[in-house]
């Protein structure tokens, strides 16, 4: 062999090497992730167009990313950085053609799998040069900034688990997530939880975690079971999880279902026709019965009373015995209902046109009111029932008469949360949670910002702390003594998401957002609080 062909061929490598103008050492190996960050600022960008939703512009193909926009005048020319630490697999700043640059990398994941992370619509300038095929960067890296890409400066983003090396089209005539893509940012906020470290020797919070496969399935609270297992509806199939997020058996069903009620040592299934089918322990199918009448909401639960509510498709909401075998009653023209509370003596819904209505535990309509935006309710068997609104916070008595409680807290809405106790009560108004003496005085303030849709509150058995969860996957625990904020998470969600969350016996705090259940351990969770 000549000397002048290794030269030859030393100098193709080192050409291919240093594709994309990047200074950085070649590697077969790259560090794996050990953090994961968005590639732009969420707080100064924002999302623009959604991941797997049709394009007019594309002739109704899916998009197969997210495309983030910073506002005009801002975008152009803004840093783009790479998730996380890993290999590049292609960088090119014509990727695109006229559409501007490509970056691909390979991520190796804790658990061992393999994702891809994609940008966009990127650019060499100012300093930053495109990084070198097969080179490794660390997460956090500025990797290339947004380019003048149609119709205006942005950056898309992907997050796929194949084709390593080939950029995507954008859109595509299939199901993005038949096709090895994801969703960018619940794979990111997941992952930025999962990879929480801050518990106590350093381990994670995070004891476990289920993935399910209907992201925007009924919002049907799951069965929690003795020793912390949970039966958790899953769109079409009905699923049983063991204490630590195993799945032990599934159940596929042959009709549309809503909700689950307990049954037995186990569940049963309410299907919107009105059936219900009776599931054993072992996952076996057992009795069937039908409750007379087609149902579209998951069962709602008025304790010690021995009620279920239902929501029905020609918006009534009906009464049933605990079994759900009989209708007891009936209240006509009630939209479908966003969050419930049941008191004392009467219950109350929101419904989706921001009307409250309240009734007694015999079918009796006690009061109608129309609020500007939806409220929160509480209620608890030795209470009143409880209305943070625009308007106030407000005390519904039997008779169905307002009584505003204090005057001097702010106003309330949309992503309001109530929680109440024998000498203190707390109010979320959506950014801020508020900790009252009875008397109405402040006793702390904590900010909570960045939190939307629906949101509840409850607290520990010791009533100790406050636990918050979201409809857009915000999780926080907060002292109820000094307002000192214990611990925080962000999983996926968005306004269409179930929230449910409860800790049980074993210092677990279970949370169900989407299609997602995990397991945090109550003690490291809770940091120095605890």
């Given at each position: 062999m000549s000397r002048r062909f290794v030269c030859v061929v030393l100098s193709f490598v080192a050409a291919a090497l240093s594709i994309g103008g990047g200074s950085a050492t070649a590697q077969s190996q790259c560090p794996p992730v050990t953090s994961i960050q968005f590639p732009v600022d969420p707080a100064e960008f924002r999302l623009m167009q959604d991941f797997a939703v049709p394009s007019s512009?594309?002739?109704?193909?899916?998009?197969t990313g997210e495309d983030w926009y910073g506002g005009r005048g801002s975008s152009l020319g803004a840093e783009v950085r790479a998730i996380a630490a890993g290999r590049v697999t292609f960088s090119s700043p014509n990727g695109w053609g006229r559409d501007g640059g490509v970056i691909i990398l390979e991520h190796q994941m804790p658990d061992g799998s393999i994702a891809y992370s994609q940008y966009g619509h990127i650019?060499?300038?100012?300093g930053v040069v495109f990084p070198a095929t097969l080179s490794c960067?660390?997460?956090?890296d500025v990797i290339a900034r947004v380019g003048d890409a149609r119709p205006a400066p942005h950056l898309h983003f992907e997050i796929r688990v194949q084709n390593p090396d080939t950029p995507g089209a954008g859109y595509t005539w299939d199901d993005p997530t038949n096709i090895g893509l994801?969703?960018?940012?619940?794979?990111?906020?997941?992952?930025?939880t999962w990879l929480m470290s801050e518990g106590a020797n350093g381990r994670s919070p995070v004891a476990w975690t289920a993935d399910l496969a209907d992201e925007s399935a009924p919002n049907a609270p799951p069965i929690t079971l003795r020793g912390g297992g949970m039966i958790v509806l899953d769109g079409d199939r009905v699923i049983n999880l063991s204490y630590d997020g195993r799945v032990l058996w599934r159940v596929n069903l042959d009709q549309a279902a809503v909700g689950l009620i307990p049954f037995a040592d186990a569940a049963a299934v309410i299907y919107a026709s009105g059936g219900v089918r009776q599931i054993n322990p072992d996952g076996s199918l057992g009795e069937a019965?039908?409750?007379g009448t087609g149902v579209d909401s998951a069962p709602m639960h008025?304790?010690?009373r021995g009620l279920l509510l239902f929501h029905t498709p020609n918006n009534e909401l009906i009464a049933a015995d605990e079994g759900a075998r009989s209708i007891l009653w009936r209240i006509r023209d009630v939209n479908p209902v966003r969050r419930y509370a049941f008191a004392r003596d009467v219950g109350g819904v929101v419904t989706n046109d921001n009307r409250v209505i309240t009734f007694d535990y015999d079918g009796t309509l006690v009061d109608e009111a129309r609020l500007r935006e939806a409220g929160a309710l509480f209620g608890s068997a030795e209470s009143d029932l409880l209305a943070y609104t625009r308007g106030g916070f407000w005390s519904i008595t039997p008779a169905g008469e307002w009584v505003m409680i204090h005057s001097n807290v702010p106003p309330g809405g949309e992503s309001a949360a109530i929680w109440r106790e024998i000498d203190a009560f707390y109010l979320f108004d959506g950014t801020a949670l508020r900790g009252y003496s009875m008397d109405g005085s402040v006793r702390w303030q904590v900010d909570l910002p960045g939190w939307a849709g629906d949101v509840r509150m409850s607290a520990s058995p010791a009533r100790d702390f406050l636990i918050l969860t979201s409809s857009y996957g915000e999780i926080a625990v907060v002292r109820t003594s000094d307002g000192a904020v214990c611990n925080t998470a962000h999983i996926y969600g968005d306004r269409r998401s179930r929230v449910w969350h409860e800790l049980g016996e074993d210092q677990v705090l279970r949370v169900y957002v989407a299609d997602q259940v995990l397991?945090?351990?109550w003690g490291r969770f809770l940091l120095g609080c605890g």
């Open positions: 512009r594309h002739q109704g193909r899916f998009h650019a060499e300038g100012n960067v660390n997460g956090g994801r969703r960018p940012s619940k794979f990111l906020y997941n992952w930025q019965w039908s409750l008025v304790d010690g397991g945090l351990d």
